[in-house]
Nanobody
Framework: VQVVESGGGLVQAGGSLRLSCAAS????????MNWYRQASGKQRELVAT???????NYADSVTGRFTISRDNARNTGDLQMNGLKAEDTAVYYC?????????WGQGTQVTVSS
């Protein structure tokens, strides 16, 4: 199973970025698609989750600013990030919970300049 993120980069505070995640391989279904982030010197934290049915959940720190979505048919997902803050700077990881286990992408760097 391969999980590939894209869309990271450098943005000014208040700006927007859209991260994408694509999963491929020998799985039948993705139960949940999750976005995590890890800032330098900090533990990895869950940012947003979306189930196969479309239910979503967000960390308090991003609620109202980030939106998670997915395309079940294409095994892809996005994280739309608006109103970015310096504290959102981190490596963002896509994690997929499939019928054969959980898999991680390699991460994509998001840097927000203040």
């Amino acid at each position: 199973v391969q999980v590939v993120e894209s869309g990271g980069g450098l943005v000014q505070a208040g700006g927007s970025l859209r991260l994408s995640c694509a999963a491929s391989g020998s799985f039948f279904s993705i139960n949940a698609m999750n976005w995590y982030r890890q800032a330098s010197g900090k533990q990895r934290e869950l940012v947003a989750t979306i189930t196969s049915g479309g239910s979503t959940n967000y960390a308090d720190s991003v609620t109202g600013r980030f939106t998670i979505s997915r395309d079940n048919a294409r095994n892809t997902g996005d994280l739309q990030m608006n109103g970015l803050k310096a504290e959102d700077t981190a490596v963002y990881y896509c994690n997929v919970d499939t019928n054969i286990g959980g898999y991680w992408g390699q991460g994509t760097q998001v840097t927000v300049s203040s």
